[in-house]
């Protein structure tokens, strides 16, 4: 089978990057693969405007027509054109917006529920809380356009299917397992994200004002990934919460190897939380709320601890980073459900099976 796979290029260490890279590993034993890889530029200050312009006049959204690519369109539909795709694979909405009215087999992949993002972002904003409802719209038609659609989660794929999206089906993101490793050194627990990204950025400000005083162990913490803004900076100074960032492939690996525990006080966004896997592939016992945990089922006590509160946050972090026989249970079991449940042979099969379905 000949897929097209067009992805947007990103940070090869963010959640995005990560699950494309192994989702195109876990299919070149099914299909044969061209990857198109469509660069996303930020837009500028007039074509803001613009956009913004035409939302106005057209009673569209603003994202709706800002992400309209026609560089994007006319060379997808060249390729295709010349080597006759069974299936055209756009990873994230982005991707798929440009191809919108082409006569072509497409499966688009949700790593995101965009319009609850939005709408999260535009807060008391009205103009802003207008455009979010408007996209809703946009983004349910644009997954019921395609052939397929493929959720990365129950939970995200419920949200969609209340919007009429019809054609959708829920495959986790494949994450081989890595070799077992013990941490060592001092006791260190780890936040591995991209801290621009709303979700995480709230994520550190919840632990670091409301979790971090509770905690009784003296422990190095680490948060890292990203570009964190001055106000993030100033407060992990302040709180003697070190920041790495950005986050290198080599430096994330040290960090997965090293880290005692791993943390995700995160409790909003969609999709699923790609380091949550990361953690459990490396055998890492973590503890999040239940946000964290979104896409993935674990059962707390075996393979996580899900925390029901900022002091629930602090009480299970001082019981389990001096508990080393617990962290490994935990760890191991953690590590188990990731070969079970997000087995790259075995998902890479279901994602061919999407393919054969909508050429």
Not at 14 to 40: K, N
Not at 75 to 104: M, N, T, Y
Not at 259 to 271: C, D, E, K, M
Not at 286 to 314: C, L, Q
Request: contains cysteine.
């Amino acid at each position: 089978m000949k897929v097209l796979f067009v992805a947007p290029s990103s940070a090869t260490v963010s959640g995005g990057a990560i699950a494309t890279r192994q989702t195109l590993r876990s299919l070149e034993p099914h299909c044969e693969i061209h990857h198109l890889v469509c660069d996303v530029p930020e837009p500028s200050r007039p074509r803001m405007y613009a956009s913004a312009a035409w939302a106005a006049l057209t009673g569209r959204s603003y994202w709706e027509v800002s992400w309209r690519n026609r560089e994007l369109r006319e060379k997808v539909a060249r390729l295709h054109a010349r080597e006759s795709f069974d299936v055209i694979h756009c990873e994230w909405l982005q991707s798929a917006v440009p191809l919108r009215g082409l006569d072509l087999p497409l499966v688009i992949r949700a790593l995101d529920v965009h319009f609850v993002d939005m709408e999260r972002w535009a807060g008391d904003r009205r103009y802003w809380r207008e455009q979010a409802k408007r996209f809703r719209h946009f983004e349910a038609e644009t997954l019921n356009s395609a052939r397929a659609a493929v959720a990365l989660s129950r939970e995200d794929e419920e949200l969609l299917r209340e919007c009429g999206v019809r054609n959708i089906v829920t495959i986790p993101p494949p994450r081989p397992v890595e070799a077992e490793n013990g941490s060592s050194g001092e006791p260190l627990a780890v936040f591995v994200g991209r801290l621009d990204m709303a979700p995480n950025r709230e994520a550190f400000f919840l632990f670091a004002n409301e979790v971090w005083s509770l905690i009784r162990s003296r422990v190095r913490v680490v948060f890292a990934g990203g570009f964190p803004d001055a106000e993030v900076r100033r407060r992990a100074a302040e709180c003697g919460i070190e920041l790495i960032a950005p986050l290198s492939d080599a430096g994330a690996a040290r960090l997965f190897a090293d880290a005692r525990i791993f943390l995700s006080p995160v409790r909003s966004g969609t999709g699923i939380k790609i380091k949550t896997l990361d953690a459990m592939a490396y055998g890492k016992p973590m503890i999040g709320f239940r946000g964290a945990f979104r896409g993935v089922p674990v059962e707390h006590g075996v393979h996580a601890m899900i925390a029901e509160s900022p002091a629930d946050f602090a009480r299970q972090f001082d019981e389990l980073i001096d508990d080393a026989p617990r962290r490994r249970a935990i760890g191991i079991a953690a590590r188990e459900l990731i070969r079970d449940r997000f087995d790259p042979v075995t998902l890479g099969a279901r994602l061919r099976d999407v393919y054969a379905r909508a050429r």
